[in-house]
């Protein structure tokens, strides 16, 4: 199947700094990207939909100006935490559909953040 | 918006016995409903997918039916094997070539003991 690479898979950083994760499709072009947050033992949750060539469309609740999308190409897709706060800690995964293979969403691996 | 409710939360079995997961899901016009597998660290994986206009699908040990007039569908193991042991994650979405925005259920905890 499609692959989807992130990076990194682990990052641990100062209160305060920012950090941007990498989302990319390796195999083939997504004009759409999905960022989801997972706390420990509890679901996926969407936070934003990334639109290569234009705004994302955040989710009610996630503050677009503190998670920075940028979708500058067809394979690539970019989540900043600003200014990260402990609370921000969490395990942060990328998706793109790959219509080529029928619209299957694939995940990347995961991006551990941990704000100290 | 799409409610994906998901049970049970955590599930129990002895090797060898069945599994059932059961998700029901408010948006009728979802139309696309894949099950995904996600051990401890490591990405969601799909392993079975359905779409609404059939109401069984069928992979190996793995089977997943659908009730559109009741809104809900369930994901069957049979046989199942210590490595089956994993997080299970329902979804839902509208299925169209705009995007493929998914709804997750909550999650059940699989354990299968040898």
């Known amino acids: 199947g499609a692959v989807v690479s992130q990076h990194p898979s682990w990052v641990i950083c100062k209160s305060g700094t920012s950090v941007k994760i990498e989302c990319r499709s390796l195999?083939?072009?997504?004009?759409?990207m999905f960022w989801y947050r997972q706390f420990p033992k509890q679901s996926l949750m969407l936070m934003a939909t990334?639109?290569?060539?234009?705004?994302?469309?955040?989710e009610q609740g996630v503050e677009k100006d503190k998670f920075l999308i940028n979708h500058a190409s067809l394979t690539l897709s970019t989540l900043t935490v600003t200014s990260a706060h402990p609370e921000d800690s969490s395990f942060y995964i990328c998706?793109?559909?790959?219509?080529?293979?029928?619209?299957?969403?694939?995940f990347g691996e995961g991006s551990r953040l941990t704000v100290l | 918006g799409e409610n994906v409710e998901q049970h049970p939360s955590t599930l129990s079995v002895q090797e060898g016995d069945s599994a059932v997961i059961k998700c029901t899901y408010s948006?009728?016009?979802?139309?696309?409903f894949p099950w995904y597998k996600q051990e401890l660290g490591k990405r969601p994986q799909l392993i079975i997918d359905?779409?609404?206009?059939?109401g069984e699908k069928k992979d190996q040990r793995i089977a997943v039916t659908l009730n559109k007039t009741a809104k809900h569908f369930s994901l069957h193991i049979t046989e199942t094997q210590p490595e089956d042991s994993a997080v299970y994650f329902c979804?839902?979405?509208?299925?169209?070539?705009?995007?493929?925005?998914?709804?997750f259920g909550g999650g059940t905890r699989l354990m299968v003991k040898p």
């Open positions: 998706s793109a559909r790959d219509q080529a293979s029928g619209g299957e969403l694939f």
């Open positions: 195999d083939f072009q997504a004009t759409t």
């Open positions: 990334s639109n290569e060539g234009s705004k994302a469309t955040y």
């Open positions: 948006d009728s016009a979802s139309n696309y």
């Open positions: 359905i779409r609404s206009n059939v």
């Open positions: 979804a839902a979405s509208t299925f169209n070539n705009a995007g493929n925005m998914l709804t």
